[in-house]
């Protein structure tokens, strides 16, 4: 999660910047990867923000993407559900076994100890930013 938190600021330091269109997909479609993986375990975990995690999130892809209109935010939600489904088979056996144990002390000490302090540093990260 520690990857996730430094791609997450790296992205930040660059979203500002110009960059051409390939440059912007890239940069979008790696975010989603990383959000797509937060959700899921947030999910997983029970986190109280997982929605809202969720909606600034992809609010933070559109910024990245550099979506000025409608037809822009559904390329960018194109690129969510292609990276879903890549990732979400991929998360799938963890995801299910987190969901159906979720008095498993492995789970419940992963999900206290990592996934949600991670992803609540990277939701405070993201709020703030979406406020600027």
């Known amino acids: 999660m520690k990857n996730v938190i ?4 790296a992205l930040f330091v660059t979203v500002d910047a110009f960059a051409a269109s390939p ?3 890239a940069k979008a479609k790696e975010w989603l990867s990383h959000l797509r993986s937060m959700h899921t375990q947030s999910v997983a975990c029970n986190y109280a923000n997982k929605y809202e995690l969720l909606e600034l999130g992809m609010d933070f892809a559109y910024m990245v993407a550099g979506a000025k209109d409608d037809m822009d ?3 960018v ?3 969510w559900t ?3 489904l890549d990732i979400g088979y991929k ?3 963890s995801y299910d076994y987190m969901r159906l144990n ?3 002390p492995q789970v419940i000490k992963l999900c206290k100890q990592d996934v949600i302090p991670a ?3 990277v939701f405070n990260v993201i709020k703030t930013k979406m406020k600027k």
Not at 6 to 9: D, E, F, K, L, P
């Open 82 to 84: 292609g990276t879903s």
């Open 102 to 104: 979720p008095k498993d």
């Open 119 to 121: 992803v609540d540093s």
């Open 6 to 9: 430094i791609a997450v600021i």
């Open 77 to 79: 939600d194109m690129w």
């Open 73 to 75: 935010r559904t390329i």
């Open 91 to 93: 998360m799938q056996s």
């Open 23 to 25: 440059v912007q997909e």
